[in-house]
Every structure is written in C-alpha cells, then in structure tokens.
C-alpha cells in the first residue's frame, strides 16, 4: 500500500493550503486541527479555518468568542517549534464583511437590509461552502501564514462543496433571474413574448409559489450585488482557480466504512477531473490489532476457558482481541478496495482513540497517529 | 423506557432522523422491513438525492416512482421512493397550471432548480407535501395504501427546518396551491400520526446531537418518537472489572496464567497489545455508559440494535429488523 507520509507533506515548504474534504460524520474537522497541530510542532506558522467545530473542541482552540478572524492559540503540555492559529467560520460575518468591503456605505446598507440577501446569507444552501472559499482567499492574500489547513462545512456529500459555489453563482448570475427579474424593470410586460409561454406560466407559478415579493427583493439584490463585484460567476471562478493554484493539496478524509470510502472514491475522481492535486487518503479511527495473534485460535482459547470457568480475565480479554481483529480485517479489506480502485492515492490509517477528543493534548495524540508514530 | 410503545404502534409516519455517520438510512430501511413483517405494505422514502436506498439493498438508482424493493417475513412488502424535488415541483405545477410539455423544456432551463433554490423552504415544502400525499393516498376496500410510511430524513442538525413546513411558509407566498398543501402537510406532521425516530450512537458527540435534537422538535412542536441506539457491541469484561482495567490496571500475570492453561503460551509483546487492546475496551465501555446515562435524558423509549462486524447487506437488514420486531416493533 502507498502510505502517506503526512509529516513530508507538512514540512514541505511548497505546501501552502491544504483542504481536508469528506463526507458528514468521519472526523474532518478533528483531522484538520490535529494537522494544523503536528505542523506547528514542527515548525510551521500553521491556521486553522474550522467550519462548524463541536462546542468543546472549539473551547480547546479558543474559538468560544466569534471574531471570524483567526487568533494565536496557546499551547500548554507541548511545545510547538512555530505557531498555532485557529479560527472558526462565521458564514454570515463573512457575508456581510464582503458587502462592507465592497459597497459604499448606503448601498452596503441597503444590501443588508434587503429580505433576500438575509435569506441568503444565511439559509441558501451552498453560501456555507462560499463563504468557506472566501474566507480560505481572504487568508491566502493575508499571506500572515505559511500554511493554512481548511475544513469543509458538513454537506452529506463532500462533492457539494466544489459545487456548491458554482451552483450560487449560476442561480444569482444566470440569465433566469434576469428574464424573472424583468417585469420588475420593464413595468410587468413583455416577458412573455420573448421567452414563449411556456415560461410565461413558469413566471406566474413561481411568483404564484414564492410570491411576487420575493422575485422583486431577489432582483433588487443581484442587481446591486452585480454592480459591486462583477458577478457572482466571477467571485465563484476565482476561488475555483486557488483551489488549482500550485501549494494548495486535498486530503480526503474517511472513516473505513462502505459509505464514507464510496465518498471518498467519488471526490478522488471528481478532483483528478479537475486537475486538483490530491495528497492522500485519511481512514479515520481504524482499529488495528496491537497483539500479533491470530484470531480463530483465540476464539477457541475464549471457548475452553469460558467453559472451565478456570480463567474468566483471560477468556474476555481473548474476546476482545477476536471482535478487534475481525473489525480490522474488514476495515482492511475496505482500505484494500479503495487502494485497488486507487493505486495513485496514498493513504494512511489513523487508529481511532477510545475516547473523544475535546482538547489539545488529544489533537496532538491525533497529529501523532496521523504521522503513523 | 425500553422498546416500542402502543403510541409508536399507532403512528403511520415514521421520520428517522440521525447525525451523520450514525447509520440513519440502514435503521430506517431496518425499520421498514420491521414494519412490514407479517403482510403489511411499507413505503421507504428519501429525500435528499443520495440513492442511500439503491445502495443499500444494492439495486439500480431508484427512478421517481415507487417501487417495490423488498419482500418482508410473513408476506409484506417494501417499496421504495426517491423523492426528486424538481420532480415533486413538476408534479404540481402540472396537477395546477396543466403545464404538460412546457414542463420539461423549463427542466432543461435549469428553472426549477432555480424555483426550488430561490426559496430555500420550497424545497421542503414540496418533499414533505410529496410524502404526505403517499402517507394519506387511499387504496383498496377503505383502507390507506400504505400501512406506514418510513421516511430517511435529513440529519439532526437540519431535521427540524426540514419538517418545520410552517416556518418554510412565511417565505412564501400567502396564497395559491402549495399554501393549500402545506395546511395538510402541517396538520399530519404535527398529529399523533407521526413519529420522529432519532438514531445514536453510544459516543458522547451523537448523544448531545441527539438531545439537541429532541429539544428542537419539542420547541417545534413535533413528537420525537423512539430513539434507535445503532452499532451496540457487547461488553466483553465483567462489569467490576471495567473501572479498573479503564485506569489502566489489568493483571498481566494473572492473564499470562490464564492464556497459558488454554494452551497459549504468548511472547512479551503479544501479552502487552492483548492489555492495551483491553485497556482500550474498557475506556469504551465506560464512555459507553456514560453516553447511555446522558442518553436516558431524552426520556424516550429506546431500542438498541447490534454492531455487524461484517457490515450491512441485504441480509444483515433482515437481522437488524428482526432485532427490532423482538424489540416490540409492529
């Protein structure tokens, strides 16, 4: 197996970015900060964009305040040769600096104050993942850091976070809200007659559906946000083109189950289309066996035990290490699938801790089995 | 409170709802089978576009229709539906402007992705008023054509915006055929008729998720039903032991003895990953019960269902459903 050599990816020099992708629920933001941990360690001037980190991981990091800037976190217990920054994404903060940044003042306010754009910013589904890239492209121009690890919100799928940009932009760029939003400039008429009936009935359903208030707020709003950044499409482009930029890695994170690897195999394609540079595989929280002994014996060992009753410690501890090593069999098997599917991708397992990890010292344990120490 | 309850018996919509990576989509395709042992009709519905159903009982994407996807013990039957928003969108534009042809031209046009994103409860609105309709569609003889309807919703975090249809509807417009729907929609979600199933795992992370859950859906007014407590693995060591070993003592000499009068004679380091395997057995135990004490703050009837080593096939959702027909389910 091709395993990946996490603490070469991170000493290099050249890696700038590294985006930890996958599915819900495998652990991608734990990973990130344990990565951006062990680079600190070793010497880099590491950040940590976390997108949605659980309330007490987020307290380790200091990340209790919302500043949606990124602040020194310090560390007690080990010391790191560079240093550690950490910040967590706040999506509507994000939104709204880019309004501030971009407009003047009234029309900034107006921007705010416009029903859509509060929906938008907060609710439509892809404006996480947006403001995730913009906010990875504030810190890229910063240029404060000499490696920057982000997490990625927590869609069900981890494709939704290269699409889900484009797809904003396609909604609020395209010629659609234009053709919906022109009764509203040409006094109500005459949309009809260019686009055919069909959308005539279109236009009425859906003013009929999300009423006609909405579709003139949603016109106002592109209309002025158009004006203030030359589009959407272009915005969503230009973070598509970082993601592209030499320094910048992916590394797909997944737990060793059927669902999450068939993730995972779906955004290792996905990024080799788009010419995306992929580092490597995480297999979050494996089980791997510690003691070299093999199964079925032991299970017969538990058996004659159980039955005597001679030695009740040893008859568990044997079932113990049978229900290990038949979870790590297959998670083997798993990995082993994935890497046939895969021979260019290098991986590395990561053995899961028995218990959760809320604090530094567990984020550093994780750097340490992410390097395979 | 353990195992299913006569309330949970008389509810003909079951909503599974769960945190990622929880195994929501296997409980609920667990459930259905449950539900439908013994002849009963079951309809399994998705909603997000995932084919989380296809893969599971290792079928071909699912079309927009429903079909039949499983036989269950005792002559009952599954059947399974993909719910394709622009589909559900189509279906009533059609049923209401009669738009026939043009439909699919607007399709191409990327409108009704437009429509169903421009209005982020719209979506909702249609994937929920789409499941009601097959939860209250008549069929034969006075009877409804479903027995229950099983549905595999979003996950906790965004369940309860999901089902809350009367927040989606200050959104949209006040009048008009989909304002009509969604009274009915409302009126079901929010009736003894339905159910919302949270699925756990023993971790401390899944359990907070899930009380936060419950506590969203009692503020919204919706009843959470059971909680289903997945990938339970049997606890290996005696229950006094499990402190002590979780501190890191476990008697390597006495274990050394014991392997030894089974005929196993074990090198140094075979002894020390058997204790550290053991050791680490015991902290998960332990945090396992701490999860499960959390858990019991939910106050709501739970059913556990058991870890398969070798993962989830067809076969294993018969296992899991028969598990949960011991558990009460019917």
Same mark, same amino acid.
């Given at each position: 197996?091709?395993?990946l050599d996490?603490d ?6 050249a ?5 930890c992708?996958?599915?819900?629920g ?7 900060? +344990?990565?951006?941990?062990r ?15 659980a309330?007490r ?6 990340l ?14 080990f &010391?790191?040769a ?12 994000t ?7 971009h ?25 996480q993942?947006?403001m995730?890239? &913009?906010?990875?492209g ?9 490696l ?9 799928s ?20 234009r ?6 400039? $040409? ?22 559906i999300?009423g ?15 004006s203030?950044?030359g589009?959407?499409?272009?915005? $969503?482009?230009?973070t598509y083109?970082?993601?592209?930029s ?10 060793a &189950?059927?669902? $999450?690897?068939?993730? +995972? ?10 010419g ?8 979050n ?9 093999? $199964?079925?014996g032991?299970l017969? +060992?538990?058996d ?5 009753g ?12 049978a229900?290990?090593a038949a ?14 599917a895969?021979?260019?991708v ?9 218990a959760?990890v ?13 390097a395979?120490e | ?15 599974v709802?769960?945190?990622?990576g929880?195994?929501k ?12 042992t013994?002849?009963r009709r ?28 499983a ?10 539906l993909?719910?394709d /928003?622009?589909?559900?969108?189509? %279906?009533?534009?059609d ?8 439909g699919r031209t607007?399709?191409r ?7 169903t994103?421009?209005?982020?409860g719209?979506?909702?609105?249609l994937l ?22 099983v549905?595999?919703?979003?996950? #906790?975090g ?10 989606? *509807?200050?959104d949209?417009?006040? =009048?008009?055929?989909i ?9 079901l ?16 992370m899944?359990?907070r998720? #899930? ?9 919204a007014?919706?009843?959470p039903g059971?909680?289903? =407590? ?7 060591l ?5 402190a002590?070993?979780?501190? !890191?003592?476990v @008697? ?10 089974? !005929? ?12 550290d395997q ?7 135990v332990r *945090?396992? %019960?701490?999860a499960? @004490? ?9 059913l %556990?269902? /058991?870890?398969?080593t ?10 899991l459903a %028969? ?8």
């Open positions: 197996m091709n395993r996490v070469n990816l991170l000493d290099d020099p890696t700038r970015v590294l985006v992708c996958g599915s819900g495998v652990g991608k933001t734990t990973t990130a900060a +344990a990565l951006a941990v680079a600190a360690e070793r010497g880099r001037r590491a950040v940590v964009l976390t997108i949605d980190p309330r991981l987020a307290q380790s990091l200091g209790r305040e919302l500043g949606n800037h990124p602040r020194r976190v310090e560390v007690d217990g &010391e790191p560079g240093e550690l920054h950490a910040m967590m994404l706040d999506m509507r903060r939104f709204d600096d880019m309004v501030w940044q407009a003047g003042r009234e029309r900034a306010e107006q921007i705010l104050q416009n029903p859509f754009y509060q929906t938008i910013s907060t609710s439509f589904s892809g404006t993942e947006y995730a890239m &913009e906010k990875l504030q810190l890229v121009a910063q240029g404060e850091w000499d920057i690890v982000v997490d990625t919100p927590p869609s069900r981890a494709l939704d976070f290269l699409d889900a940009p484009q797809r904003l932009s396609t909604v609020l760029d395209g010629r659609l809200i053709m919906l939003s022109a009764p509203a400039r $040409a006094g109500g008429r005459g949309i009809r007659k260019i686009v055919g009936a069909g959308f005539g009935l279109f236009t009425k359903a859906v003013s009929t999300v006609g208030q909405l579709l003139q707020d949603a016109s106002t709003f592109v209309q002025a946000f158009d203030m950044f589009g959407f499409r272009q915005r $969503a482009q230009a083109d970082l993601l592209r030499p320094g910048t890695g992916f590394l797909v994170v997944a737990a &189950e059927p669902d $999450a690897l068939r993730e +995972a195999s779906y955004f290792v394609e996905r990024l080799s289309a788009e995306m540079p992929i580092n490597g595989l995480v297999a929280r494996t089980h791997p066996v510690l003691a070299p002994l093999p $199964a079925p032991a017969a +060992a538990a004659r035990l159980e039955r005597s001679d030695a009740p410690l040893a008859a568990a501890v044997l079932r113990v290490h229900d290990r979870v790590a069999d297959r998670e083997r098997r798993l990995l082993a699938r994935f890497t046939r895969h021979p260019d290098p991986l590395v397992g990561v053995p899961a801790l028995p959760d809320h604090d530094l010292a567990g984020l550093h344990e994780i750097g340490r089995r992410l395979g | 409170m353990n195992g299913w309850t006569d309330e949970l018996t008389r509810a003909r919509l079951h909503v709802t769960g945190k990622g929880t195994g989509t296997t409980v609920a395709a667990a459930l259905a089978l449950a539900l439908a013994g002849g079951v309809l399994l519905v998705e909603v997000e576009n995932r084919q989380g159903i296809a893969q599971l009982f290792d079928r071909a994407p699912l079309p927009y229709s429903e079909e039949r996807i036989s269950a013990p005792g002559g009952g039957e599954v059947r399974a993909a719910v /928003p622009e589909a559900a969108l189509l %279906e009533y534009l049923m209401f402007y009669n738009l026939g042809f043009a607007l399709r046009m990327g409108a009704i992705e437009f429509a994103t421009l209005a982020p719209l979506r909702d609105v929920t008023g789409k499941v009601k309709e097959c939860v209250r569609r008549a069929g034969r003889a006075g009877r409804h054509e479903y027995d229950a309807v549905l595999d919703a979003p996950p #906790t965004r369940v309860v915006r999901f089902l809350d249809v009367t927040r989606a *509807m200050a949209l417009a006040k =009048v008009g055929p304002k009509g729907q969604s009274e009915g929609v409302v009126t979600l929010h009736s003894g008729d339905t159910a919302v199933h949270l699925v756990a795992l023993l971790e401390e899944p359990v998720e #899930t009380l936060d859950a419950v506590a969203e859906l009692d503020a007014d919706l009843r059971a909680v289903f =407590v997945n990938r339970v693995r049997p606890p290996r005696p229950a006094r032991s499990i002590s070993a979780a501190a !890191g003592r @008697d390597a000499e006495r274990l050394r003895a014991g392997l030894a009068s089974a !005929g196993l004679e074990v090198a140094d380091e075979v002894l020390g990953g058997l204790v053991t050791v680490e057995h015991a902290v998960r *945090m396992e %019960e701490q499960k @004490d959390l858990l019991a703050e939910a106050d709501l009837p739970t %556990e269902l /058991p870890e398969l070798d993962g989830v096939d067809v076969a294993a959702l018969y296992e %028969e598990v949960l027909v011991g558990r009460g389910v019917r």
